[in-house]
């Protein structure tokens, strides 16, 4: 069973950065896996903001290029998205999600319906 631990949440003033982290288990040495991060802020549908593959292939959102990064440690099972010169706007709920179908799209726009696994979530709020 895959799971997954967001943390790194908070709130910032607009301008400053954070670092979530997403503490992955249960995929086996070998295995192909697409771990992503979702935002959700209030009122709003969940939306895809960043993903990559076991292969290292990486994709962030087009209005996200150049402020957010995403990134894995493998060696601490560890995903990470780098959040810079955050403003108001990136106020969500952040999700880490995951899946294991190579056949299956793993990109910053992929579906939210191709993910099977799911965090709790942390807060990121920025404040103007």
């Known amino acids: 069973q895959v799971q997954l631990v967001e943390s790194g949440g908070g709130s910032v003033q607009s301008g400053g950065s954070l670092r979530l982290s997403c503490e992955v288990s249960g995929y086996l040495y070998g295995d192909y896996y697409c771990l992503a991060w979702f935002r959700q802020a209030p009122g709003q549908e969940r939306e895809g903001v960043a993903a990559?593959?076991?292969?290292?292939?990486?994709s962030v959102a087009d209005a996200l290029t150049g402020r957010f990064t995403i990134s894995e440690d493998t060696a601490k099972n560890t995903l990470y998205l780098q959040m810079n010169n955050l403003k108001p706007e990136d106020t969500a709920m952040y999700y880490c999600?995951?899946?294991?179908?190579?056949?299956?799209?793993?990109?910053?726009?992929?579906?939210?319906?191709?993910?099977?696994?799911w965090g709790q979530g942390t807060q990121v709020t920025v404040s103007s």
């Open positions: 999600a995951s899946h294991g179908t190579f056949q299956a799209s793993c990109t910053a726009f992929s579906a939210r319906g191709l993910f099977r696994y």
């Open positions: 990559i593959n076991s292969d290292g292939i990486t």
